[in-house]
């Protein structure tokens, strides 16, 4: 029954193949047949599995691809097929038809909400978790929600190596005793102040009396301690002791010098976990370095293009996606250059049909008074919503012009050849990629 | 004129960007030449409710609301006379739940009747309600984990949800408006943003005229929503 099952599961993928259809459904149809196929495969020892709300793909790909790199034959999903469905299609593909994995570590990336799912059939040695953030709330609730499914998720035996900066990320951690913390120590970039517009670090996420902190990062990140029970930010493991966002460059535990792919904190954190994991399995660090120094992120969340004479710069993030979308913002008013942001909103989600604007209120928009920012477009079904977010910061309204139509969005770039920063969702970006 | 706000647990119950609905009804309280003044208080804070003529919260996590009652339990008296008393109250999300009998195995503050249960899943819908009190039809999203049972004071009716168990929704007693209509719900509705600050304003200044000046955007957008959802509505 289970070669059965295999053959099946190997055929669908490969018939979906030629029509470029998704990995969940030969996945979905062998758990169908037997809901506890997975616990049938023979697995390697070592199953990593990378959760949380953002930079799972990131550090999922870093992580084989350090693998990869040192002689591994690694086992992996890629984006979009991280839940239960998605990952039970990978491992049948990496598994012969008697179902042997012929791989020597599986490196997961999973879905927070599908994690518990996941975990009752695999049970990983290392699950990592990246951050637990304000992300998709329209269809997450909220983030103590994604805690809980997450902690139901995470198996006793399981090494957790954990975001030590991020309290709810941190709190999986409490009173446990398998577990490595990396952060970012204080620096520059670091503020005495919640500079946010909504602080989820006020509160103890333990015993919900006052948290107060030594700096922040960005958001609730940063070195924190509740002033009634002994939740606090715990010691690091792993830590970037020096940080050059501008350059990209970061240094690790006073001694491992790295270039990151993209001058923004959410790559920095990917990165040390990555660096974490390779180190506590004792691999080359030479090697891991190397990789690390020469990775180009893949999936396409930074594109350049051309729009006429107009060069663009994409940063993609989910609209709903807070930390990601303010991060892109820093990003921008770090840069010297004079530009123009375009800011899309015509569809609020690739996966999900609303028309729920709540997230705009929670983004810090305030950072668009840079004054290297000359000009703000806004555009889309939804930007008389963004139109009314932005009458709320002050003296930005000069710069600030509104094309709800597409095309006329697209003439609006074209009139300046100044550089354009386009900040938009996953679908909408290719209503921009296809107006060229 | 002059209108002064207690926000309560703006630190704790902070979700859904929320606060816009302050900051709404600031503007356009504002337009209409009439000043406004927002006080904070939290946990551990006093709160003389009388000094004010509306009381806003909005969303929270289910354990920071927990939080919060327990907090407000020694001013449950004080709460109960002030919205007996006419005091205007504006509560978003899930906020209102603590005023009802009980929340799970947790006794409520008892100033309303209803009962709340919480569920498993997650409720989450964009919804278009119909109400009394107004002409026009509501708009908004839903985002909870609630079921409200014997609640004899509903103030919305649903018109269009994916949420079969939403028939009746929130609270409307004497002057408190309560509903889990999520996010800057004011801003999303503005007939009921003029409804609510003409009963709000004319309730303290017999002769105020609401000023109808820069509502063009907040309309548009709303008409762009509703056509949306009525669309799917259809579907």
Known sequence: MKIFIIIICKATLFIGKLFKRGSSLPGAIALKLDKNIISKLDLPKKIIIVTGSNGKTSTTELISSIYKDQGFKVGTNSEGSNQTEGVTTTLIKCSN????????????ESDERYLRRTTKYIKPSTIIVTNIYRDQMTRNGHPEIIFDIIKDGINDDADLILNADDPLSSLLGYKRKNVTYVGINENELSTKKCENIYNDGEYCPNC?????????????????????CDFKREETSYFISALDITSG????NNKYKINISFGSLYSVYNTLEAFALASLEKLDIEKVLSTLNNYHMKNGRVQQFNIGNTPVTLLTSKHENIICYNEHLKYITRKKENCRVLILVDAISRKYFTSEMSWIWDIDFELLKSDNIKKIIIAGKYANDLDIRLSFVDNIKEKIIKTIDLDDMIDEVKKDNEKVYLLTCFSDRMKVLNRR | MKIKILYLYKDLMNLYGEYANITILKKYLNISNVDVQIDYKSINEEKNFNEYDLIYA??????????????LRKDKEALKDYIENDGFVLFTGNSYEILGSSIDQLEGLNILPFTVKTIDRRITTDVIFKTDLIEEEIVGFINNSSIITNNDYYLFKSVFSLEETIKTEGVHYKNLYATHLTGPFLMRNPYFLKYFINQLCI???SDFKLIDKDYELLNESYEIVLEELTLRNEK
């Open chain 1, 97 to 108: 038809i008697f179902g042997k994995i012929k791989k020597d570590v599986l490196v997961l």
């Open chain 1, 208 to 228: 919900k009396e006052k948290m107060i902190y030594d700096y922040y990062h960005f958001d609730q990140v940063g070195k924190y301690k509740c002033t009634s």
């Open chain 1, 249 to 252: 460059t970061i240094e690790i």
């Open chain 2, 58 to 71: 909005g969303s929270s996590t289910e354990r920071s609301l927990i939080r919060a009652l327990e907090d």
């Open chain 2, 203 to 205: 309730k303290k200044y």
